[in-house]
Nanobody
């Protein structure tokens, strides 16, 4: 019922910026949470930023606070992740996700996200 498609990844130098987009289709209104996760091979998936579907309160993992901004202007609009002041440790595959079918409590528990994009690679060189 929900399809997500990321774009906007790429390679940048330390201090550069990227804006990731996640196109939304299907019954996105069935979800209450949207988020960006990232994963490096051999390491656990990490929640980066979360927002209530359609916009509202946000939450960020501490390492990206002040540098990343998640936004969802409206239900049918893309989910964005604006990434500024990028660091090499931000290098990862980034995934957008939607879920929380059972409520409005934001979470970075990946199993509560029912729909996932295919991922987009972000590489930050030192």
């Amino acid at each position: 019922q929900v399809q997500l498609l990321e774009s906007g990844g790429g390679s940048v130098q330390t201090g550069g910026s990227l804006r990731l987009s996640c196109a939304v289709s299907g019954n996105i209104r069935s979800t209450h949470c949207m988020a960006w996760f990232r994963q490096v091979p051999g390491k656990a998936r990490e929640g980066v930023a979360a927002i209530y579907t359609g916009g509202g309160s946000t939450w960020y993992v501490d390492p990206v606070k002040g540098r990343f901004t998640i936004s969802h202007a409206d239900y049918e609009d893309p989910l964005y992740l604006q990434m500024d002041s990028l660091k090499p440790e931000d290098t990862a595959t980034y995934y957008c996700a939607a879920g929380c079918l059972d409520g409005y409590v934001l979470t970075f528990q990946s199993y509560r996200y029912n729909y996932w994009g295919q991922g987009t690679q972000v590489t930050v060189s030192s």
